[in-house]
């Protein structure tokens, strides 16, 4: 170790003894992370900072793109294009989930470092669908009539199988965190299954019943993400999330 590193620490030493065993002033020369507040190098500050929790941000954004892709599958006053959604989908809905999955992961969360990216991809697929230029619709489009042909149902209810068999995978992993987090996956569950079985049915019964439930998952989405962001003492509002399990 070179001496000016043996100075930095020595001063630290100092700063800790000058100071007795007054927790309270100890304490004031701590970093956000609990480190030593080294000042001997002022433009080279010790910044050791405590992460603020992603997951009201990768909920929120969960739930403000199931929200607004239910609104057009039930088709609310009569808007059934949903190519208005494809800003939201990929830079709320895909680019901030990515966000917060990367931060759970640096902040040791398995579950959120694998759920929050994981949908992230999805509202960025499903965005990608409808982007004019992707190329995905041309390719299951007449054209001779322009009308989408029957391909296209049955290639979008196998993607929707898919993240079926995803989703209930993340719901058995949710088990043990909370009351809403476990229902709203459960919820996600039946509506891809409702939509899935309703592309490949071909039964737009199927399609908007799966739509409608999703209005349950953007809330119960909204409920996690809002009681994360409030909790803390940032608010006087705490919302309950009702754990599945007590600590003994």
């Not at 398995?110 to 697929?125: D, I, K």
Request: overall charge negative; proline content about 4%.
């Amino acid at each position: 170790m070179s001496s000016e590193g043996h100075d930095s620490y020595d001063h630290a030493n100092k700063m800790e003894a000058a100071n007795g065993a007054s927790a309270a002033q100890l304490e004031r020369l701590k970093t956000a992370g609990g480190h030593v507040n080294d000042q001997t190098q002022p433009s080279l500050p010790v910044v050791h900072r405590s992460f603020a929790n992603p997951a009201p941000l990768g909920l929120l954004s969960f739930a403000t793109g199931i929200f607004l892709i239910s609104i057009f599958g039930v088709k609310v006053r009569g808007v059934a294009t949903p190519n208005v959604l494809i800003g939201v989908l990929i830079f709320f809905g895909g680019v901030c989930q990515f966000i917060s999955g990367i931060m759970e992961f640096v902040s040791g969360n398995t579950f959120g470092a694998t759920v929050f990216p994981s949908y992230g991809a999805f509202n960025l697929s499903y965005a990608l669908i409808y982007l004019p230029g992707s190329g995905i619709l041309a390719a299951y489009t007449d054209a001779t009539t322009g009308e989408l042909n029957a391909q296209f149902s049955n290639a979008l209810a196998m993607y929707l199988w898919a993240w079926f068999i995803l989703t209930v995978i993340f719901t058995v992993a949710a088990m043990r965190s909370s009351w809403v987090l476990f229902l709203d996956l459960f919820f996600l569950d039946i509506v891809l299954l409702l939509l899935a079985c309703g592309y490949m049915l071909n039964d737009s019964r199927l399609e908007t019943a799966g739509s409608a439930l999703g209005f349950v998952v953007a809330f119960l989405s909204y409920w996690a993400g809002t009681a994360g962001l409030f909790a803390n003492g940032i608010t006087p509002i705490n919302l309950p999330v009702f754990p599945m399990y007590t600590e003994e």
